[in-house]
C-alpha cells in the first residue's frame, strides 16, 4: 500500500483538550504511524464569524509563541502540525487527501483546486450551537466526502441532502483505557462524572440526580472531573480533579459513571469509562446510542430529568448483579467494535479506494 500525502484542516488551535479536535488528531498519528506523509493545519480565519482580533495579528501571535502546537497530545514525530491564516491554496501544499471536520471548513473545503487533494470532510455532530443553522444544512449538501461519526448524524445527513455517508465510528485508545480493578474492588457507591460549565454538558442535572441519592445513601461518593476549575457551589462532599493526569485510574476507581448531556456527537467519556469496567448511565440521544444500548451495555435516561437520572443510579447502587452484568456488557461492546486499529483501517481504505 503507498504512501499517501494528507492534509488535515482544523478550525482554530484547541487550547484545551477537545473530544472532536482529539479524534482527527488521533487520526493523523495513526496513519503516520502506518507510514503516510501527514501534515496538521489549523486555521486562523472562520470563515462566517466576525473575528475580534484582526486574522494576521492572531496568526503571528500563535506563530511566535508557538501556541498552535496543544501541549495536551503528544504528537508523533512524524506528523507535521502549522497555523495558517486560512484555508485556500495560497497556504496549503498539494497533497492525496485533505480532510476537515467542522461545518464552515467545509465551504472552504469545496473551493481547493484537485491538486490539493481527494476532499473528505469529518461530520462530528450536529453543528448549531452557535447559529447559522441554514448554512450548517447547506454545508451537508457539498459536492465532497461527508464522514460521520454516528448513526444518527448518518440518518440527518441523508435527509438533508439525499446521499448517505460514510459511516466511520469514533474509537477508544484500548491500550489505555482497560480495566485494571474489577468491578467487585471498587468502592461501593463511587461515581463518577464529567463536570463542564457548558450547558449543553447537562452537568446541573447530574448534580442534581446526584444530591438526591445522597439523600438515600449517606456513603455514596462521587468524583467530578474537567478542564475548569471546580464550580464555586460544589457541595463539600463530592471530589473534584481538574485536568487529571491518569483519566484511566480515575475511571478504574468508581463503579458507576454517568453521562447527563443534552446533545453529543459520539461522546468519549462514557465510551472509555466502558472500557475501562463502569457501569455506565447516559441520556437517550443519539452521539450515546452508537454504543450504550438500554438494559444491556448501560441504563439509558430522558435528558434533563433529574428524577430518573437518580432512579438509574439508585437501581445500580441497589443491585450487584444488574451493575456488574451492565459494567461487563458495556466492556466486551468497546473492546470488540470501537477500536482504533479498525476505525484507521476504515479511513485508510476509504482514501485509497477514492484515489483508485
Known sequence: MRSLRINFILPDVASKPGGGTKIMYEYANRLALRGHQVQIYHTVRRPFRPMKTPVWFKYFSHKVRGSYIPKWFNFSENVGVYIIPDVTAKYLPDADVVISTWWELAFRLEELPASKGIKFNLIQGYEVWRGFESKVRESYTLAINHL???????????????????????????????LSVPQKERREGSILMLYSREQVKGSKYGLGALNMVKEQFPQLSVTLFGTSPAPADLPAWMRYVQSPQNLPALYNSAQIFISPSLSEGWALPPAEAMACGCAVICTD?????????????????????????????????????????????????IVNNFSWDRSVAQLEELFNNSLA
Open 148 to 178: 460521520v461519526i454516528a448513526r444518527y448524524l448518518q440518518q440527518l445527513i441523508t435527509d438533508i441532502s439525499g446521499r448517505s455517508p460514510v459511516l466511520l465510528p469514533n474509537a477508544i485508545d484500548l491500550d489505555r483505557f482497560k
Open 285 to 333: 440521544i443519539g452521539g450515546h446510542q452508537d454504543y450504550a444500548i438500554d438494559q444491556e451495555t448501560a441504563i439509558l435516561v430522558p435528558t434533563k430529568n433529574v428524577q430518573k437520572l437518580a432512579a438509574a443510579i439508585i437501581s445500580l447502587i441497589g443491585d450487584n448483579d444488574l451493575r456488574i452484568r451492565i459494567a461487563q456488557k458495556g466492556h466486551a461492546n
